[in-house]
Nanobody, 122 residues
Framework: VQLQASGGGLVQAGGSLTLSCVDS????????VGWFRQAPGKEREFVGS????????YYADSVKGRFAISRDSAKNTVYLQMHSLEPEDTAVYYC????????????????WGQGTQVTVSS
């Protein structure tokens, strides 16, 4: 599994941004793919995940209703669509993959991509 996240950038508050996570090593089949974020001086925070083959999604309360995770298996890509962005969403965003279906903690994820910076200006 070789993950690569991209799509970060600078956006104004209220705007939208879509991040992509590509697995160049294998398909995401059977894996749970999660998105995390880490702001300066803070711990890495779970954002949401898309689980296993069913593709069910699960979100942190802080982003529920604003963020959406989807998967394009043909492209080996998982997306994080972010809407109604707030300055508090500013962080480095990471994608990760886990064998554990219900993984939500960073230590439950074995594979990590490099982060992509998202900055939301007020």
């Amino acid at each position: 599994v070789q993950l690569q996240a991209s799509g970060g950038g600078l956006v104004q508050a209220g705007g939208s941004l879509t991040l992509s996570c590509v697995d160049s090593g294998r398909t995401f089949t059977g894996l749970t793919v999660g998105w995390f974020r880490q702001a300066p001086g803070k711990e890495r925070e779970f954002v949401g995940s898309i689980r296993g083959n069913r593709g069910s999604t699960y979100y942190a309360d802080s982003v529920k209703g604003r963020f959406a995770i989807s998967r394009d298996s043909a492209k080996n890509t998982v997306y994080l669509q972010m809407h109604s962005l707030e300055p508090e969403d500013t962080a480095v965003y990471y994608c990760a993959a886990a064998s554990y279906y219900y993984a939500i903690r960073p230590n439950e994820y074995a594979y990590w991509g490099q982060g992509t910076q998202v900055t939301v200006s007020s």
